[in-house]
């Protein structure tokens, strides 16, 4: 018979698995990074062999990758996808911009380093990083998921004081615009 | 007794079958889209990833009680429509709750589904989702005309409105409805392009203006479950094409299990073949607009069903 | 070289009715100086008398030494293809402007771009007063007097390494002890 432990054990590595080979990638760019990703959907790199593929909506999507710059705008925008998404849920950083700011290191208007307001399980350096390296950096992603290490809602949830605190800083003003639909 | 047993096993085996045959034709279509793309493409079991992974993910959303059970609605109606439609004709093990009148009865309960699905996304609030039924139903006032008098011209014709009688007709004659009435089968098949939601009418679920339509606030398990639920739809409507229009699959006289499987082996083929006409003309097609669409469905596929109905009266 | 014609005869057209100076920069490129309150007038005058019907660009300079904020209405002319500089000087203690989307629509975006990023009042301007930023607190940060990087350095997380300008590899170098690889040397600024 197995006991409790290993059964639990092989739901873990039949989910895993199958995580690790469906990644919904939120379809949202926002910054200049965002040109390269349809290069790697596309039929040289095809990302899709991955199991990686665009989804539309936060409520679907698994990845949400920030391909570059974020000014604070759009971080409100950001965190509001993010906090959409449902778990597990997964976030790239995607170019120097995400790591260090990149080249707007002294611009009042972006952020310097994402993993203060989200938590980030991969980044990807370079400026911009090519397909290939987004799709190393999926790769990466799959180890950490199919290891049971990617644990970024986790994360959230247990230090969202401290994330909110962060927020609160660059953040005055929760409310968002009203669009008018 | 034993025979209700047998139907209920029966009735889950067909359940099991159509969902993993409607799965497998979706990931085999992801696959040849890629190669048509020139891409490598993903495996065909990917559909089968995507539903674990979508199945065992968490969720915290609560959108009303129409919100929650619209995926529920879906497979209530795929799975009840599957069980009027004669997988294999005559056979014990895909016994079917056939009556005379099914065909109109199907008719009905083919959009039972979508409605629940409607009323579940305007539920939601999203103002994608709200567009997307608009579109939706619009769509479906344009291709239901073509398709229901397809349907009418096979009724009028064999003065009846049971599929069963429908196979057993062919079966009898061994001449297929595709040839005794071809203007019903192309006004049908122009038809099935827009039920597919393929290419050029993927208006409904536009992922690049509408963020997916419809499905927009579902995600994880309601997704998965409207996967499933849409999985069982297409093998039905393939199934109902093959059987109304292709001559079914399966011999009433020839009930063994070699048989059955070779019933169920041509079955695939014709579905298959079937499958690959809205995939084919979705690659080479940009999408309609709305009006566009139903002006489609209301020119040339309703002329030719009306051609079929004067067809069947002389 | 051209003889500059045209250009020659739109700085007199322009000039003499308003007693302004200006000069021939170049080829296609003639701008005038005048007051604050003679803008309008000498736009509205290119646009309707000498067919200037495009504002191209409005942007703003901070010129602090000299305490001044210098706007620069940029307007062209398909039929002469000539781009006519307008350039004016206004006060930097309480900076207000006459608002010129009554001639040109377009310039409500311009000016209220250079409202936020400037503090540049315009008397009767549509819109929110949000435009590119979203809550800002602090002084308008296009201006010389914000020290943009100082700004950054306290508000967002910097990242150590990336303090200043440098190459990345040239700190890597500097705090490691160690020699740039061959590869790196290749893309190095030193070079």
Redesign the interface.
């Known amino acids: 018979m197995i006991n409790d432990k290993d059964s639990q054990k092989i739901v873990d590595y039949?989910?895993n698995?199958?995580?690790k080979?469906?990644l919904f990638v939120m379809?949202y760019g926002t910054g200049c990074g965002a040109i390269e990703i349809p290069a790697t959907m596309?039929?040289r790199y095809?990302a899709?062999?991955f199991?990686i593929?665009?989804?539309?909506?936060?409520?679907?999507?698994?990845v949400l990758l920030i391909t570059g710059y974020l000014a604070?705008?759009t971080l409100?925008r950001v965190i509001r996808v993010y906090e959409q998404m449902?778990?597990?849920k997964y976030v790239i950083g995607f170019g120097s911009c995400t790591?260090?700011?990149g080249m707007y290191?002294?611009?009042?208007?972006?952020?310097?380093?994402l993993e203060?307001y989200i938590p980030v399980d991969v980044y990807i350096n370079g400026c911009m990083p090519r397909p290939e390296s987004v799709i190393s950096g999926f790769i990466k992603l799959q180890e950490l998921i199919q290891q049971g290490k990617a644990d970024n809602g986790k994360r959230y949830r247990e230090n969202l004081e401290w994330y909110r605190t962060?927020q609160k800083?660059?953040?005055?003003?929760w409310k968002m615009p009203d669009y008018n639909? | 007794m034993e025979d209700l047993g047998l139907k209920i096993f029966g009735a889950i085996l067909t359940t099991i079958m159509a969902f993993a045959v409607g799965m497998t034709y979706g990931g085999i279509v992801r696959k040849l889209t890629a190669r048509v793309q020139n891409r490598f493409g993903p495996p065909f079991y990917q559909n089968f990833l995507d539903l674990v992974k979508l199945q065992s993910k968490k969720t915290n959303i609560a959108h009303g009680f129409m919100g929650h059970t619209a995926p529920v609605w879906i497979i209530i109606a795929s799975i009840t429509v599957l069980m009027f439609i004669p997988i294999l004709n005559g056979n014990l093990w895909f016994p079917n709750l056939n009556f005379h009148g099914d065909l109109i009865f199907i008719l009905y309960m083919m959009v039972f589904g979508s409605l629940g699905m409607a009323l579940g996304a305007g539920q939601t609030g999203n103002p994608n989702s709200a567009i997307g039924v608009t579109r939706g139903l619009s769509m479906m006032v344009g291709y239901e005309i073509p398709f229901v008098l397809a349907l009418v011209a096979l009724m009028v014709q064999y003065h009846t409105t049971s599929i069963q009688d429908l196979m057993q007709i062919q079966h009898e004659s061994g001449t297929w409805l595709i040839f005794s009435n071809p203007f019903a089968f192309l006004a049908a098949l122009f038809a099935s392009l827009g039920m597919f939601r393929y290419s050029p009418f993927d208006i409904v679920g536009a992922p690049a203006e509408l963020a997916s339509g419809p499905m927009s606030e579902f995600g994880g398990k309601y997704l998965g479950t409207m996967m499933t639920g849409g999985s069982i739809f297409s093998f039905i409507k393939l199934t109902l094409y093959v059987d109304l229009f292709l001559g079914g699959a399966g011999n009433p006289d020839h009930i063994g299990i070699w048989a059955t499987l070779a019933g169920i082996g041509v079955l695939l083929i014709k579905t298959f073949t079937l499958y690959m006409v809205p995939v084919f003309y979705g690659w080479v097609s940009p999408r309609y607009r709305t009006e566009q669409a139903i002006r489609y469905f209301w020119g040339w596929p309703t002329a030719l069903g009306i051609i079929g109905l004067i067809w069947a009266v002389y | 070289m051209t003889d500059l014609i045209k250009e020659q005869k739109l700085l007199e057209n322009v000039t003499n009715p308003f007693k302004i100076k200006g000069r021939v920069i170049r080829n296609r490129r003639v701008e005038v100086f005048c007051d604050k309150e003679t803008v309008s007038s000498v736009l509205l005058y290119a646009k309707t008398q000498l067919g200037y019907i495009h504002l191209a660009h409005m942007t703003c300079i901070d010129w602090i030494d000299e305490n001044k904020f210098e706007l620069v209405y940029t307007i062209w002319s398909p039929v002469e293809k000539v781009h006519l500089f307008v350039k004016t000087k206004i006060d930097r203690e309480n900076p207000e402007m006459e608002n010129i989307d009554r001639i040109w629509d377009q310039a409500n975006t311009y000016e209220r771009e250079m409202r936020e990023m400037f503090g540049i009042e315009f008397p009767g301007l549509k819109g929110e007063r949000d435009f590119a930023l979203e809550d800002w607190e602090e002084i308008p940060p296009m201006r010389k007097d914000f020290d943009t990087h100082n700004y950054a350095q306290q508000t967002y997380f910097n990242r150590p390494g990336r303090e200043d300008a440098k190459d990345v590899r040239e700190t890597l170098v500097e705090r490691s002890g160690t020699e740039v690889p061959d590869f790196a040397k290749k893309y190095s600024r030193e070079r």
């Open positions: 039949i989910q698995f199958s995580r080979h469906s379809a596309t039929s095809d899709e062999r199991g593929r665009g989804a539309a909506t936060p409520r679907q999507a698994d604070t705008k409100k449902q778990e597990p790591i260090n700011g290191y002294d611009s009042y208007n972006t952020i310097n380093a203060q962060n800083k660059i953040i005055k003003n639909w």
